[in-house]
């Protein structure tokens, strides 16, 4: 539950209480005590965690998401945390923050370079891409301007996947500016309780690469942990959207279908629950932030909310880890580019030197040879590097 905002202060009364002591949420009196006829999930709902306003981001992080990063980056097992809520609930303050204090996205990615640099034993190669879904369209948010609508493709060896750009990520700052560059092109607009309020469903996936740093062994024959972890910022769940968001819908009835352990769950009726199949079915571990607001204001859009989340509880994954031999690994495909360059190199660096003693033996002027003898030491830096590179 987020704190009340200035339009909501001003009727001074709170529908809902959160009762942190026992992870529950109960429908309250006019004087903001719990109604005295408790029926499960109308006016009282238990959940794993429950946080009350005064509760932090990082609390709930850690309560709820630091673990499932920790497996992604640590195990290679799928992740997947999404905000869900009405408009101004605080579903995107959560994800992503304001200007001085990072949302979830920020510690996630946190955490993910920092067990990169205490685990030197392993290699490891990190990509994002962005995406929306406004109106049923996917569009790559990372791509500027207008373009075309991108398509859901499926084969047997990759599943189910969107050819948005992928963009190589070396730290925390990086994987940050390619998101803050990806939220200038996220369709918005403005609402009765947000000036700027996102109308599009995101998907910022982090994917982790790494293999183990064994000299003496054929990469080849070296398994690739694969593992994606995927943070959606979702659009309000307010009635009047459920109208005409088909992605809210579906995303409901197949988080409905997956908790009573239905025989079939229809993943195509959205692209939004269809790219997230592969999570959503059961191979992630998953979190599901709901927020709401305590205001009599919006009593039944909270109510709504409350049982969006007591039907996730009831969802069951079984995360398994990833791993790969063959070209789904990037990892693996850029060191046979470097193995197939690295005698070019060589080459080159042996013509440099040939070069040098040429000169030399001809008594050419100082500059030249000076000149010759830094362009070797370049070559030289960047064989240093394949070679660290290649091991």
């Known amino acids: 539950m987020r704190p009340l905002n200035n339009k909501e202060s001003n009727t001074d009364t709170r529908s809902w209480r959160v009762l942190p ?38 609390q709930v992080y850690e309560a709820t998401s630091q673990g499932i990063v920790n497996s992604v980056a640590a195990e290679g097992k799928n992740g997947l945390i999404f905000a869900y809520g009405q408009t101004g609930s605080g579903k995107t303050y959560t994800m992503q923050g304001s200007e001085g204090s990072g949302g979830i996205v920020h ?3 946190s955490d993910i370079f920092d067990h990169i640099k205490n685990e030197p034993e392993r290699v490891f190669l990190v990509r994002v891409s962005f995406i929306e879904i406004y109106k049923e369209e996917v569009r790559d948010l990372l791509v500027s301007g207008d373009s075309a ?6 084969d047997n060896r990759r599943g189910v996947f969107v050819n948005s750009n992928e963009t190589i990520v070396t730290s925390m700052n990086s994987l940050l500016s390619v998101l803050f ?10 609402t009765g309780m947000n000036e700027r309020s996102s109308r599009s469903h ?6 982790v690469e790494s293999r183990l740093k064994e000299d003496g062994e054929d990469e080849e024959e070296v398994a690739v942990r694969v593992s994606t972890l995927n943070l959606v910022d979702l659009v309000g769940s307010e009635r009047a959207l459920w109208k ?12 409905g279908s997956s908790g009573q352990n239905a025989t079939h769950v229809n993943f195509r009726d959205s692209n939004l629950t269809h790219i997230l199949q592969p999570s959503l079915s059961g191979n992630a571990r998953m979190a599901v932030i709901c927020c709401a607001t305590q205001s009599e204001l919006y009593l039944e859009e909270t109510r709504s909310t409350l049982q969006f989340a007591s039907r ?15 070209d789904r690994s990037l990892i693996k495909k850029l060191q046979r580019e470097l193995k197939e360059a690295f005698p070019q190199l060589r ?18 002027d100082l500059a030249k040879p000076k000149e010759t003898e830094a362009g070797r030491a370049m070559v030289q830096n960047e064989m240093n590097l394949l070679v660290s590179l290649l091991r």
């Open 347 to 364: 080459n080159l660096l042996q013509e440099s030197i040939a070069r040098e003693s040429t000169l030399k033996k001809e008594n050419e």
């Open 244 to 255: 005409i968001d088909q992605s809210l819908l579906t995303l409901s009835r197949v988080i």
């Open 107 to 109: 510690m996630a990615a």
């Open 202 to 207: 995101t998907i910022f996936r982090i994917t």
């Open 181 to 190: 560059a990806g939220e200038k092109n996220r369709s918005v607009a403005a």
């Open 312 to 326: 996730a509880k009831l969802v069951k994954t079984q995360a398994q880890v990833n791993e790969v031999m063959d």
């Open 149 to 154: 609508p991108l398509t859901i493709l499926e």
């Open 21 to 58: 002591k026992y992870n529950s949420v109960a429908q309250c009196t006019n004087e903001g005590r719990p109604v005295q006829e408790r029926i499960i999930n109308r006016t009282f709902f238990s959940y794993d965690k429950a946080f009350a306003e005064s509760s932090t981001t990082q």
